[in-house]
């Protein structure tokens, strides 16, 4: 019976270390994904953090929830910037440097900012909406992750600053695995066409002129696709806060008659690097030669399709 015992706790140490070296290791990989500064140079997370706990906050300028959370942001930078790491990611999704810059002015921040330009790094993370919080202990296991400023978000912040800190129990973090692609391969001409199911209503008061180009854009697509249905069509939505439900009203919404899906993983977006709501990719014997993300002339798109066919 002794040995049996043994034998189970040798088990079960041998089961904790295989978990906690597959948790450091993916984190660690993700904190060597490159990301870019707001001058432009090429970094990693390793670069940037030391041998202290890890409070990352992604986020976007577009984003109200974000922007209403940007005073905790600040205050927490301030409270806990010598103990926790904190950095903010912008998600580079219909955003520029030019407005992260008056976000910075506007709310008087002074977290470091970082930005998400390969996407690589929200995909990693399992992020499906912004404002997300995330917490990592120095064992490099995520500790909390979420999207409001809670009462959990404070304490888990509390404990990770306290040198004494207890070991808190791991969140599960969807772990990125290579998914087959949605693209079908074909020798047809390939025609994708990337959106987000609440880009035209979300952004109406914020962002007008992209809300604008998202309606033009789905509605040129619908078009296009009419003028040309022998094209390989796929639309592709993005994941953030789009679920069934939401890919439903859509495309009721619009009555789109070809494929949609949704980028569950986020492969096609981060794949072909698609940082901007809506995109219009075409694809010939599976290579890109053409791509545009405006749709104020609906000719313009028409004309370089009939080019390619």
């Not at 109200?64 to 301030?78: K, N, V, Y």
């Not at 810059?101 to 970082?114: K, R």
């Not at 709501?277 to 014997?285: S, V």
Request: net charge negative.
């Amino acid at each position: 019976m002794m040995i049996f015992r043994k034998l189970l706790a040798v088990i079960a140490i041998t089961l904790g270390l295989s978990a906690f070296t597959l948790v450091h290791a993916q984190t660690n990989k993700a904190f060597d994904i490159s990301i870019t500064t707001l001058d432009g140079e090429s970094t990693t997370l390793n670069q940037l953090v030391a041998d202290k706990p890890v409070y990352l906050k992604f986020w976007a300028t577009w984003c109200q929830p974000c922007r209403e959370q940007m005073p905790h942001l600040q205050q927490t930078f301030e409270h806990y910037g010598d103990e926790i790491d904190i950095i903010s990611v912008n998600i580079d999704v219909n955003d520029s440097v030019e407005a992260i810059n008056a976000t910075q002015q506007e709310f008087g921040l002074t977290v470091p900012v970082v930005i998400d330009a390969t996407g690589k790094l929200a995909q990693a993370f399992d992020l499906v909406g912004t404002p997300y919080h995330l917490l990592i202990d120095t064992d490099g296991r995520v500790v909390f992750k979420g999207h409001e400023e809670s009462d959990k978000l404070e304490k888990t912040l509390k404990l990770l600053s306290a040198s004494n800190s207890v070991i808190l129990p791991a969140v599960e973090i969807e772990s990125l695995i290579e998914q087959p692609s949605l693209v079908t391969k074909t020798d047809q001409l390939t025609a994708l066409f990337f959106t987000a199911t609440w880009c035209d209503w979300y952004l109406e008061v914020s962002r007008p002129a992209i809300a604008n180009n998202c309606i033009n854009g789905q509605q040129q697509a619908n078009t296009l696709y009419k003028l040309n249905p022998q094209l390989n069509w796929l639309g592709i939505t993005s994941r953030l806060w789009t679920g069934d439900k939401e890919l439903a009203e859509y495309k009721g919404k619009y009555q789109i008659q070809y494929p949609l899906v949704i980028d569950n993983h986020d492969q096609e977006f981060v794949r072909y690097q698609v940082k901007d709501f809506p995109t219009l990719i075409l694809l010939k014997d599976g290579k890109e030669v053409f791509r545009t993300s405006e749709f104020s002339n609906q000719h313009d798109v028409a004309t370089t399709i009939l080019k390619f066919k």
